[in-house]
């Protein structure tokens, strides 16, 4: 008796078509994925703005003498002799070993952040390092359209601005 063979499997054909609704279904979820991931980064970065906010009033009033602290890693050294942490996290401080340094500021979630000192010359603080009565804050993307799409900045009256064109010169309030 003579047995058929009999085959089994799928067709080229039908594997081009399962290949071809991926390939489709890829190039609508990509971009949609892509948006989420700069939200994200962007709320970091807003995030970013509040820790430095918080951290200055904290440093102002528990070391500063009134004065703003002229960089993050001022922010990130405990006061005096007793203290053992920082005002602001180790991840917003470039002198904390592992962090990612651009600049004098750190990059965190795809996006620049840094500070530097504004206004007139303010008191020695409690490690005798001189404040200043103004700060401001940036955070930018570091890959403009890809990592995030507005920018961000601050300073010691704590609002938050934003800039659509990715720059640190917004001058609208966030919302």
């Given at each position: 008796?003579k047995?058929?063979?009999?085959?089994?499997?799928?067709?080229?054909?039908e594997?081009?078509?399962?290949v071809?609704?991926?390939?489709?279904i890829?190039a609508?979820?990509?971009?949609?994925l892509l948006?989420?991931?700069?939200?994200?980064?962007?709320?970091?970065?807003?995030?970013?703005?509040?820790?430095?906010?918080?951290?200055?009033?904290?440093y102002s009033?528990?070391?500063?003498q009134?004065?703003?602290?002229?960089?993050?890693?001022?922010?990130g050294?405990?006061?005096?002799?007793?203290g053992?942490?920082?005002f602001i996290s180790?991840?917003?401080?470039?002198?904390?070993?592992?962090?990612?340094?651009?600049?004098?500021?750190?990059?965190?979630?795809?996006?620049?952040?840094?500070?530097?000192?504004?206004g007139?010359a303010?008191?020695?603080?409690?490690?005798?390092?001189?404040?200043?009565t103004?700060?401001?804050?940036?955070?930018?993307?570091?890959?403009?359209?890809s990592t995030?799409?507005r920018g961000?900045?601050?300073?010691?009256?704590g609002?938050?601005f934003?800039?659509?064109?990715g720059?640190?010169?917004?001058?609208?309030p966030?919302?």
């Amino acid at each position: 008796m003579k047995r058929m063979s009999k085959n089994e499997g799928f067709t080229l054909i039908e594997l081009l078509i399962v290949v071809a609704i991926i390939g489709i279904i890829a190039a609508i979820a990509v971009p949609g994925l892509l948006r989420a991931r700069m939200s994200g980064n962007e709320s970091s970065a807003i995030g970013s703005m509040r820790a430095i906010n918080s951290a200055q009033a904290s440093y102002s009033s528990a070391c500063g003498q009134g004065g703003y602290a002229a960089t993050l890693t001022i922010l990130g050294t405990a006061c005096g002799a007793g203290g053992t942490q920082g005002f602001i996290s180790p991840d917003m401080n470039p002198a904390t070993k592992g962090v990612t340094v651009k600049g004098s500021g750190v990059s965190k979630s795809g996006y620049d952040t840094d500070m530097v000192k504004a206004g007139a010359a303010g008191p020695n603080d409690g490690n005798g390092v001189g404040t200043f009565t103004d700060y401001t804050a940036t955070s930018v993307p570091t890959n403009l359209g890809s990592t995030g799409q507005r920018g961000f900045n601050t300073n010691a009256a704590g609002t938050i601005f934003v800039d659509p064109n990715g720059t640190a010169t917004g001058t609208t309030p966030l919302q």
